[in-house]
């Protein structure tokens, strides 16, 4: 198939998890024989922080405004067999609108951000994605399963909602032997609705807990958080210090925003990536948790800082390890990029049967 992806970014990961899951996503489609083309808004936010300015796989095309995008790529989008659109992309509904006006082929919305998305419809919000828009796509992917596909296809009238959630690379996280520096991390962009989450997982064990060692890692923190002297913290981490940085924790800690939560079926990549290194996960509770890892066994589910001093504190080591190293298996069968890669193949087929 020729496909074309208009993404948010897949040459910076600064301040968004999107890059590592289209980077991933790309480089299997071309191993599985397709032929990519992905389009990237060119800002400056992303342009002052590329950590992979010249992806070696498929490839990859910068444009500075709406209309440079039709100028250069009109042809291409007619032409390609399948054209997928990301949340988020700038000027997402006009992007919309002429893909599903130009395109011949299938055209796709793919959210990354499906129980915001949804949020931001049912406030008004059309940043991206307009109620219009939706019937119009042929395809509606999203990083959130469960009821939510109903949702989409009854309410938002969708012809056909899938799940395709994020995705780890076993050749970029894996377990490694290093000195185990913390005690327990926490890795993610600074969010209004997260932070009460990280300040009764983490801030406050770490504050009870004296000889602990913590660290929260990610940007965009407001300089009025009070960190304790035992949580170390780290601006940015580019996706190649991700590997090393989950190895250097006992635990690790997972915590997903509001919307998805309520949502259900939302797993974060984070939780795929952590997994992969064999590091144990203690993760906030959301309906369908239990779909992706076996609870007690494969993740451990906090609620409060008594939860989190009680691992930290107690788990022998060898369980602690046994913990790690069943989510990997797990991950390794059922979630990797080449799993998704599929996926989205089989979804495209059944997308082209269906409009036939």
């Given at each position: 198939?020729?496909?074309?992806?208009?993404?948010?970014?897949?040459?910076?990961?600064?301040?968004?998890?999107?890059?590592?899951?289209?980077?991933?996503?790309?480089?299997?489609?071309?191993?599985?024989?397709?032929?990519?083309?992905?389009?990237?808004?060119?800002?400056?936010?992303?342009?002052?922080?590329?950590?992979?300015?010249?992806?070696?796989?498929?490839?990859?095309?910068?444009?500075?405004?709406?209309?440079?995008?039709?100028?250069?790529?009109?042809?291409?989008?007619?032409?390609?067999?399948?054209?997928?659109v990301g949340s988020y992309v700038p000027e997402g509904v006009a992007v919309g609108e002429w893909v599903t006006t130009t395109a011949q082929?299938?055209?796709?919305?793919?959210?990354?951000?499906?129980?915001?998305?949804?949020?931001?419809?049912?406030?008004?919000?059309?940043?991206?994605?307009?109620?219009?828009?939706?019937?119009?796509?042929?395809?509606?992917?999203?990083?959130?399963?469960?009821?939510?596909?109903?949702?989409?296809?009854?309410?938002?009238?969708?012809?056909?909602?899938?799940?395709?959630?994020?995705?780890?690379?076993?050749?970029?996280?894996?377990?490694?032997?290093?000195?185990?520096?913390?005690n327990l991390g926490y890795m993610g962009t600074y969010s209004d609705d997260r932070q009460p989450t990280l300040e009764r997982l983490l801030?406050?064990?770490?504050?009870?807990?004296?000889?602990?060692?913590?660290?929260?890692?990610?940007?965009?923190?407001?300089?009025?958080?009070?960190?304790?002297?035992?949580?170390?913290?780290?601006?940015?981490?580019?996706?190649?210090?991700?590997?090393?940085?989950?190895?250097?924790?006992?635990?690790?800690?997972?915590?997903?925003?509001?919307?998805?939560?309520?949502?259900?079926?939302?797993?974060?990549?984070?939780?795929?990536?952590?997994?992969?290194?064999?590091?144990?996960?203690?993760?906030?509770?959301?309906?369908?948790?239990?779909?992706?890892?076996?609870?007690?066994?494969?993740?451990?589910?906090?609620?409060?800082?008594?939860?989190?001093?009680?691992?930290?504190?107690?788990?022998?080591?060898?369980?602690?390890?046994?913990?790690?190293?069943?989510?990997?298996?797990?991950?390794?069968?059922?979630?990797?990029?080449?799993?998704?890669?599929?996926?989205?193949?089989?979804?495209?087929?059944?997308?082209?049967?269906?409009?036939?």
């Open positions: 198939m020729k496909i074309v992806i208009l993404g948010l970014s897949i040459t910076s990961s600064w301040g968004n998890g999107h890059a590592t899951t289209y980077r991933g996503l790309v480089r299997e489609l071309v191993a599985r024989g397709q032929d990519v083309l992905f389009l990237e808004r060119d800002v400056p936010w992303y342009a002052a922080n590329r950590d992979l300015p010249n992806p070696p796989y498929g490839c990859t095309k910068l444009y500075s405004s709406l209309d440079e995008l039709k100028d250069g790529f009109t042809q291409t989008v007619r032409e390609a067999d399948f054209v997928m082929g299938i055209t796709t919305f793919y959210d990354i951000d499906t129980p915001v998305t949804l949020a931001k419809l049912e406030r008004g919000d059309t940043e991206y994605l307009s109620l219009a828009l939706i019937p119009r796509y042929h395809l509606y992917l999203s990083f959130t399963g469960g009821p939510t596909l109903q949702r989409i296809e009854q309410q938002y009238d969708s012809p056909m909602a899938r799940v395709l959630y994020c995705s780890v690379d076993p050749a970029l996280y894996y377990p490694q032997e290093c000195h185990q520096t913390w801030l406050e064990p770490a504050r009870h807990w004296k000889e602990g060692h913590f660290v929260v890692a990610g940007p965009q923190y407001p300089s009025t958080i009070d960190w304790s002297p035992n949580v170390e913290r780290i601006e940015h981490l580019p996706p190649a210090e991700h590997c090393s940085f989950y190895n250097a924790q006992q635990f690790t800690l997972n915590i997903t925003r509001a919307d998805m939560v309520r949502s259900g079926y939302s797993p974060s990549v984070r939780l795929f990536e952590a997994a992969a290194c064999a590091i144990p996960i203690i993760s906030d509770y959301w309906d369908g948790l239990d779909t992706i890892f076996e609870i007690g066994k494969e993740i451990l589910v906090a609620d409060s800082s008594a939860d989190i001093l009680r691992y930290l504190r107690e788990i022998p080591e060898q369980e602690r390890r046994a913990i790690g190293d069943r989510a990997r298996v797990r991950v390794l069968a059922e979630h990797t990029a080449a799993h998704r890669a599929a996926e989205l193949e089989q979804y495209a087929l059944t997308a082209m049967a269906m409009r036939q």
